[in-house]
């Protein structure tokens, strides 16, 4: 008798609408990027300067995931920028069927880049695909250089590790060249930027990646 294999994924419904998403954000060539890490680590932080740093070369569009409050696109709202808060009530990720809505809500015509800062989690939201080019992970030195090895999925997945507030490097124990080290052992191509959200140190490097990336978007055929 002859044996068939048949190995057929099954889709979730979070994957299709990734998938949905995708091809929406393909087709207009507009970059998505999805901000994950614990909470605290400085995501709308680094969100508030860098569209404000980079105000006059590329229009930003954030969607604000949250438990609750609207607390964080108050804070984005007074950049100017549009922004879109979903309060997931509970949930510790957003989903691809909230981005989804929530991009009807965004002049998305308007933008070149639309970032979604995640609920505040380091490791549920590596596992819900939203539809972005790529993840960007945040940590914190306050939160300790073991985070990488400890909390591997995200570290493996994510384009980029902005090591953010490292104006406290003096006062905690964070060894910056053994998160780097662990970061890169899990994922060699991920590019890494120590940053302060705060002074601005390191930040430069970052704005240039970002400004490279959503032309390379808008160039593709
Ligand atoms: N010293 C220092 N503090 C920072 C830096 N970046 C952010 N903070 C502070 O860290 C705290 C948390 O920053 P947020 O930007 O709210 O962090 P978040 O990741 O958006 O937090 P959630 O949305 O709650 O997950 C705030 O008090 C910020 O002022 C930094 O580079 N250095
Ligand atoms: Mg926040
Ligand atoms: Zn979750």
Redesign the pocket.
Known sequence: MKKINIEKKILSENEKCAIENTFFFTEQKKLCLNMI????????????ETITALKDKIKIGII?G?VQTD??AE?IRATEAPVVQINTEGACHLSAVQISRALKELPVDDLDLIII?N???LVCPSAFELGEAGKIV?L?V?EGDDKPAKYPAIFAKSKVLLI?????LGHVDFDIERAKDDARRLNKNIRIFP?????G?GMSQWYDWLVQNVEQEKMRQ
């Open positions: 890490s614990s909470p605290g680590s400085g995501k709308t932080t680094i969100l508030v604000e949250d607390i964080d804070r800062e609920v505040g989690n945040v914190s306050a953010n507030k490292i104006d406290l940053i302060s959200a705060k002074t140190e």
